[in-house]
């Protein structure tokens, strides 16, 4: 049995659209019953607004296939008590940590957690400085990172996502994050056990070298670079050497069979 | 002979106050002929600013004592052929690189060096994410860092520094930066040659006990932590241990005479 791990944006849709062969990959994967998973690093939209993007862009799927970020933390901040939270999150996003307990937004100490996610044009001195001083009062609070993607292919752009300003609170705090999202090991594993399976049966197929290749393959997936989404030749050329490059995810069936015969 | 560096923010002044016995330190050093320089990382203000500054306090400095990441930058920049520079420094800071040709302020890419100093609350996501795109631009412009000071303390509180942002920019590019201040070694050799020193003959004072205690120890020069400015008591819990913590620059003659005996 084989199994699939497959990343959204830049790999499924970029901006508005879907990318061409997407929907029909996504077929195939059905009509082939094999098991899979959509792992993502969003967090600037919840759960159900992802589902319900895909779902208006053709591609049908279901809350529960979508492992993210959010819906990690929030397990984890309720098993480690890192209450109240410091939320940097974007309005959206916050019903996904409904019910738990939250600082006052002006607050700059007192956090059980500062939760870092992808805030985009929302960042600037003052938030960052806020959650630095969050990050130094005392009792220090855990520095929550919701997944370590370093950019995302914006509409105009190359545009900054959560690892950056991460590293900036880590190295100006002393702190170190936990890292909800790609490419920390644990999400892979999280995900692979969701689907039943082993990483040695897992595909794994996304736009970023570090979080989606580079993080599948340290957990012991196969780890496949799609030329879309957020994909420069640059990335061929660092440490990171994937398992295959293709033009895009309407490749996949056929390099999926290739490999099977 | 012995000679000594010293850090200004934190030690001998703090926002626009001196600190009590700053000025009697600075006589003590004249009057025992100490050759010393004064090693900074501010880069909020040009070197003219700084002299001007120190002197309304009754500090009487010259510009030539003062060892600060901007005049260092200039003539990395020049050496190297780094230009045009995107400069990201305060509108005042400008007057120490003028005569060197400048990016276009808009422009995305282009640059022969990105230079980030303390800017403070101008920090936004556009400007950040702006010189992420100049160096994800090719061919690869340098990134230059006016100091890595991690933080400061500010009239309400702790503040960012340059550090963060650098750290930040460094992962989302995946470009290392050339250090021109503190802690990065070449600086502190810099100094200490400047006086005609070696580090083994050389003292450093500072607030920072990563900045300015931990670099001097790395260079080789004894590094003396004060409990003011930036100071936390957690500051001693970590790996760097200081040759000496004293209450303030005021203790620095009595601790100096009695290391002679």
Not at 100 to 128: N, R
């Amino acid at each position: 049995m084989q199994t699939l791990l497959l990343d959204l944006d830049g790999v499924l849709y970029q901006d508005d659209h879907v990318i061409d062969g997407a929907v029909e990959t996504l077929r195939w994967c059905k009509r082939r019953n094999i098991p899979h998973l959509f792992v993502t690093n969003t967090s600037s939209r919840p759960r159900r607004a992802l589902v319900e993007r895909l779902s208006s862009m053709g591609l049908s799927v279901s809350d529960q296939q979508i492992f993210a970020p959010p819906v990690a933390a929030r397990d984890y901040l309720v098993a480690n008590d890192a209450t109240p939270l410091a939320l940097f999150v974007r309005k959206a996003t916050r019903e996904d940590f409904e019910g738990l307990e939250l600082l006052d937004d002006a607050a700059e100490q007192g956090a059980g957690s500062v939760v870092i996610g992808d805030i985009g044009e929302a960042w600037d001195f003052a938030a960052l400085n806020r959650a630095f001083r969050l990050l130094m009062a005392e009792p220090r609070p855990l520095l929550i990172a919701l997944g370590m993607s370093r950019y995302a292919q914006g509409s105009d752009g190359l545009v900054l996502d959560v690892a950056p300003f991460i590293k900036a609170l880590e190295h100006a705090s002393g702190c170190e994050a936990v890292v909800m999202g790609k490419p920390a090991t644990e999400f892979f594993d999280a995900a692979v056990r969701k689907l039943g399976a082993s990483p040695a049966q897992t595909v794994m197929i996304g736009d970023d070298i570090v979080g989606d290749v580079g993080g599948a393959q340290a957990t012991g997936l196969t780890g496949i670079l799609v030329r879309t989404g957020k994909f420069r030749p640059r990335d061929l050329e660092g440490d990171i050497r994937p398992d295959a490059v293709l033009d895009s995810v309407a490749d996949l069936p056929q390099w999926w069979e290739n490999r099977d015969s």
